[in-house]
């Protein structure tokens, strides 16, 4: 690593420095820029060897992140702020802007740089003698994919890790593809981020096209091909968005490090981390496999953390419509806050501070048990409260399946077969995303609890006030009343058995909250709990897309909705709806059988569910008592 002198110390406090724009060389020659603040005397840095915190980031290491807040504390801190504090708690605080971004050099390309860049950072951090080589790293979204991309290649001197809401376990099927769909977050995220790109920075032509343009509707025209676009002022930002949307086969590039850490866990780091995560952020699959995947050695204790919030938002109790109570922060629940649950993580793994065990522990957020009345502020009180259990999935959950019937109805007993329910899908109206687990998407989409009715605010509405149970594209299995309260907390799977007269085609799960009707809400209001998609082209393997034949009958499909945990309330119903799109959470799908992201055409698909033994929803429930 070649030798990098420091740029001069500035005194940021009385006892406090920071080297600023440190340009440490990766191993192509591109430089990326870093902030190092160390504890001072005098304006001179203290030279003893110290414990480091380093999080890289792509959204600017010298801003205001939005989430280091409390609710004590509700404007999050600086960047300078935050390092003054941990430099007085004892530690060398490393802040760097990833390739591409900000004071960096190179080409931003989405998620492929960032192992190497990460591991080359941490060589010439270990190799610096005020590094006593304990490193702890932390970062919330892409700081957290950041984190495990690097930790996959063994970087030296890592010590612990607090990887929150992200770190892709598997990019193809949570993060940027999902069941063979495309997640429509990357397309707002890289209009969004086009616009604090360095080209938008040195050009002002670039970013003013950039604005100019009215994404909405361009998300009506999609898919977006080269040169037909809103971020075509940006290259760089249109070809990686293009090249993951098109990229429909699980291969090689695919598993590249950064996108593919369940590749790498046999030889993953064995040190402590902290995985955390929110019901309805979109990281629920890459927590909970990452956490499944490195769990069992004592030499690598973890942590789970799984709140009802909405990415990163865990200082708040309130996510789309619905209120979850006022156990639902992590401040004063899981500890004071997340700030001081961090200091004691890398306190007892940096420092050997006799600090209290946080490891070896699932926290698990379990929404439901309010009121279900309109609150003062308007929302669905839901409530919740926190259970903790000695793993995840929780070892006491028992199995529980029910199958969708002729009637409508959705039962522990399996109709006979033969019934077949058919609807026509049309991708130019596509059904209406109305929340759930999102993150990224806005202005044009949003996180969180909602009813399940169409209204202005949601992107594709056309009959506002309509239950989407109302579509004829909408399948719409519930149970009876429940007549005691049912637990749901674990893995949901939804097996169907489908046929369509399309070479491609998707069908979607939706698993959904009914409360009955009540003063506050007449017609009961139906809440998104989870949902997922399977795109049909991939039926015989992620690897092996494939049309399908005209004569190919009835196909058994998969569908992975995100695991849940939600108290479904005495008198609730359990509803299972079931579809073929769900815009603009994810890309639509023409039902042509083109290649990925790349039809100008469209054509209507005739689908059908054949109800019977393979067509039925699989849970897991908590016994009572």
């Given at each position: 690593m070649p030798l990098v002198a420091l740029t001069p110390a500035e005194p940021v406090t009385q006892d406090v420095v920071v080297h600023r724009n440190v340009m440490i060389p990766m191993r192509d020659g591109v430089r990326l820029a870093t902030d190092i603040y160390r504890p001072a005397s005098g304006g001179r840095p203290l030279e003893d060897p110290l414990p480091v915190i380093f999080e890289r980031t792509p959204y600017d290491k010298s801003g205001t992140p939005r989430t280091e807040l409390s609710v004590a504390e509700p404007v999050s801190k600086s960047r300078a702020d935050l390092a003054v504090l941990l430099v007085r708690q004892g530690y060398i605080v490393i802040w760097q802007d990833c390739r591409g971004r900000f004071a960096s050099e190179g080409r931003f390309t989405k998620y492929v740089n960032e192992a190497e860049d990460g591991f080359d950072a941490m060589v010439w951090i270990e190799a610096q003698p005020w590094n006593n080589s304990r490193i702890g790293t932390m970062g919330l979204s892409y700081d957290a994919h950041v984190q495990m991309a690097m930790a996959c290649l063994n970087p030296p001197g890592l010590?612990?890790?607090?990887?929150?809401?992200?770190?892709?376990?598997?990019?193809?099927?949570?993060?940027?593809?999902?069941?063979?769909?495309?997640?429509?977050?990357?397309v707002t995220w890289a209009y969004s981020h086009a616009k604090?790109?360095?080209?938008?920075a040195s050009d002002p032509g670039v970013l003013a096209a950039i604005e100019a343009e009215d994404l909405a509707g361009w998300m009506a025209r999609t898919p977006w091909t080269k040169g037909r676009s809103p971020i075509k002022w940006d290259p760089d930002f249109e070809a990686y968005v293009l090249e993951q949307w098109q990229h429909g086969t699980f291969d090689d590039?695919?598993?590249?490090?950064?996108?593919?850490?369940?590749?790498?866990?046999?030889?993953?780091?064995?040190?402590?981390?902290?995985?955390?995560?929110?019901?309805y952020d979109v990281y629920v699959p890459s927590t909970l496999e990452n956490y499944a995947g490195l769990k069992g050695d004592p030499a690598r204790p973890l942590t789970l953390i799984m709140g009802p919030w909405t990415h990163g938002n865990r200082s708040r109790s309130t996510f789309g419509d619905v209120d979850f109570g006022p156990a639902a922060t992590f401040d004063g629940q899981i500890d004071r806050d997340w700030l001081t649950y961090r200091l004691k993580f890398f306190a007892r793994w940096l420092k050997d501070e006799d600090q209290p065990a946080q490891d070896g522990r699932a926290h698990v957020f379990l929404m439901g048990g309010g009121s279900g009345t309109r609150t003062s502020a308007g929302h669905l009180d839901h409530g919740g409260h926190w259970i903790e259990a000695p793993d995840w999935?929780?070892?006491a959950a028992e199995p529980l399946v029910l199958y969708p019937r002729p009637d409508m109805s959705l039962a522990v007993d399996a109709p006979e077969t033969g019934a077949v329910l058919g609807y026509d899908f049309d991708p130019r109206d596509p059904v209406p995303t109305i929340g759930g687990a999102l993150t990224s998407g806005e202005p044009i989409f949003t996180g969180g609890g909602f009813d399940q009715v169409e209204a202005p605010e949601f992107y594709g509405c056309r009959n506002p006030g309509m239950p989407l149970t109302a579509r004829p594209?909408?399948?719409?299995?519930?149970?009876?009343?429940?007549?005691?309260?049912?637990?749901?907390?674990?893995?949901?799977?939804?097996?169907?058995?489908?046929?369509?007269?399309?070479p491609d085609t998707d069908f979607t799960a939706k698993l959904v909250d009914v409360y009955p009707p009540s003063a506050d809400y007449p017609r009961g209001y139906a809440l998104i709990i989870s949902d997922g998609i399977f795109r049909l082209r991939y039926r015989e393997g992620w690897d092996r897309p494939e049309p399908v034949a005209a004569d190919e009958g009835v196909i058994e499909i998969e569908i992975n909705p995100f695991a849940t945990a939600n108290l479904f309330a005495?008198?609730?119903?359990?509803?299972?709806?079931?579809?073929?799109?769900?815009?603009?959470?994810?890309?639509?799908?023409?039902?042509?059988?083109?290649?990925?992201?790349t039809s100008r055409m469209t054509r209507i698909a005739r689908n059908q569910v054949h109800l019977g033994q393979g067509t039925r929803i699989e849970l897991m429930r908590l016994p009572k008592g």
């Open positions: 010590a612990c890790m607090a990887v929150d809401s992200g770190g892709f376990s598997n990019a193809f099927s949570c993060g940027i593809r999902q069941g063979g769909a495309f997640e429509m977050k990357q604090d790109s360095p080209l938008a590039f695919w598993k590249r490090t950064g996108l593919w850490a369940a590749g790498h866990y046999a030889t993953f780091p064995k040190v402590p981390i902290i995985f955390m995560s929110s019901w999935p929780i070892p594209d909408v399948l719409s299995f519930e149970t009876a009343p429940l007549a005691e309260e049912l637990a749901v907390v674990g893995p949901v799977v939804v097996r169907l058995a489908v046929s369509t007269d399309a005495k008198g609730h119903r359990l509803r299972l709806d079931v579809s073929s799109s769900n815009y603009p959470k994810f890309d639509v799908n023409p039902n042509t059988g083109a290649p990925e992201g």
